[in-house]
């Protein structure tokens, strides 16, 4: 183990937050019962947040931000792990008041650790990231309200993002009929329709207001946009269909009707990817192993290096940054 390591550290500012890329060693490193040699982490709607400071993600300082990080093993204390496993880490506060994954070592709770699946490597795993937990997290939430392939279409809004093409590979391979609303439908229909959507539609229809009830369309959807598109999914629900809503790209409003859900039956899920609980992890990223075509995910996958991020955190909240990025931290 090296004495120092290469971080993207944020320091608070009267404006927006100033990243230095600093040496760091282990003193530097927070508390916790699991020391991690950092391979690859990636880029969310979240760590843009943070990056560019439009949010007040961050509530330590400084700190070194990135939600997500797989790496080896290197110590541990912690009974579930030990040196030489590969882990992967999503959330729980990492990135927020916890150091995170932009950087070449990491030391955090092992609670707080999944181990990587047999077939996965730490690059895949990142190019998976949050995102596309959520997106498994999402489609799993659709499962346990019994919307099967045979129920009718599925829509997924804010498709060209991370969520939503992780989103489309999924649904795809398990057989639904996946229906990609984007913004950029022009520019991106046709890495959509490779991705597994047998059809592109245009963002702009979920951008005015909802009526209380509308046209029945879906029997389910993943959002991850959120405020009127979200209102606008709802009502064209079909009777006893779901929505699983994990993003708030568009706002954090739900500005709708209750009619949907009194007069359809219709189920909004809440998806947590944060604190959600171990098994809960575990079994995402099991089905991920299972269920994602490798081939997809390396399509919609690009990378990147730590230099690259705060280039990165201002292109993702634009709407700017296709599908998944890698970032290698040893880059």
Known sequence: MTDSFRALRLHKTDGAPE???????????????????????TINFKDGLALTGRS????????????DFAGVVETSSHSGFKAGDRVVLNGWGVGETHHGGYAQRARVKGDWLVKLPQGLTS?????????????????????RQGVTPDAGEILVTGAAG????VAIALLARLGYRVVASSRRKDSE???????GAAEVIDAAEFQGPARPI??????GAVDSVGSHTLANVLSQTRYGGA??????????????????????GVTLVGIDSVMRPAPDRVEAWGRLARDLDLGKLAAMTSTATL??????????????????????VNG
């Open 19 to 41: 990243a230095r890329f600093e040496n760091l060693t282990d003193a530097d490193l927070m508390d916790g019962d699991v020391t991690v040699r950092v391979e690859h982490s």
């Open 56 to 67: 007040p993600v961050v509530r330590v300082w400084p700190l070194i931000p990135g939600i």
């Open 123 to 143: 690059a895949q795993a990142m190019a998976i990231g949050t995102a596309g937990y959520t997106a498994m997290l999402s489609v799993i939430g659709l499962e």
């Open 162 to 165: 991370g969520v939503g093409s």
């Open 189 to 195: 229909g046709a890495y959509l329709t490779d991705l």
């Open 214 to 219: 509308g046209k029945e369309r879906w029997a």
């Open 243 to 264: 929505v699983t809503a994990c993003g708030l790209a568009q706002g954090l409003d739900l500005p709708g009707s209750v009619a949907p859900f009194i007069l359809r």
């Open 307 to 328: 230099s690259d991020l705060p280039r990165l955190g201002t292109e993702i909240l634009d709407g700017k940054v296709r599908g998944r990025v890698v970032i290698d």
